[in-house]
């Protein structure tokens, strides 16, 4: 069973309108949605914006027989090259905000955990190719940075570029990586750049959030023809 997830309905509205014998399974909190994309099974949710609901909903996910775990939806570029419209495939994700470093831990760092979390090779091979069939766009695979932040300020930019080598910034990625990585389960994050995280934005994000939803759609979409096959 392969699960999709997004944090907002924006981000999977477009899948949900295609998905075939749907079957909603309504827990506390999270609405899963099963059925069938492009003849591959697969549960549909959105999880939610904040790592802790990304947490929750991942972990329903795997209860309800997730065996692989695409995240897909939208973050601030952080990569100095990336612009609206582009996609990141992650290769790990961070958690920019956890600050133990006075107890010697680096920054980013949950005690006792990885310091970061590795996508499947897999996942992140198919998610590469399915891009790369997105028309006048860049995609580059980097670590996506997550955190209970907006990021909206040309120095918290410069931060998660210099400290933790980021391509973009978002709030639920590496929380549902931590799960899926405890768990032993394949994971990879797409995420679609709305903004420059820099002070234009609330301008870019809501401009551009229809345009990257298909992008995401479109991803998705090939690799699950890809999966299937």
Known sequence: MLAI???MNEEIELLLSELK???DLTYPGVTLHRGRLDGVPVLVTKGGIGKVNAAMTATYLLVNGASRVIFTGVAGGVHPELRVGDIVVSTDCV???VDVTPLGYEPGTVPDESPSWAADPELRRVAMEAAQEVENIRVV???VASGDQFIASQEGVLRLWKNFGAACAEMEGAAVAQVCAKSGVPFVVIRSV???ADHDANVDYRTFMPLVARHAK???RGMLSRLGA
């Open 5 to 7: 997830m997004g944090a």
């Open 21 to 23: 014998g749907r079957e």
């Open 95 to 97: 958690q920019h905000d």
């Open 141 to 143: 695979e980097g670590r």
């Open 194 to 196: 709305s903004d420059t």
């Open 218 to 220: 479109q991803v998705v």
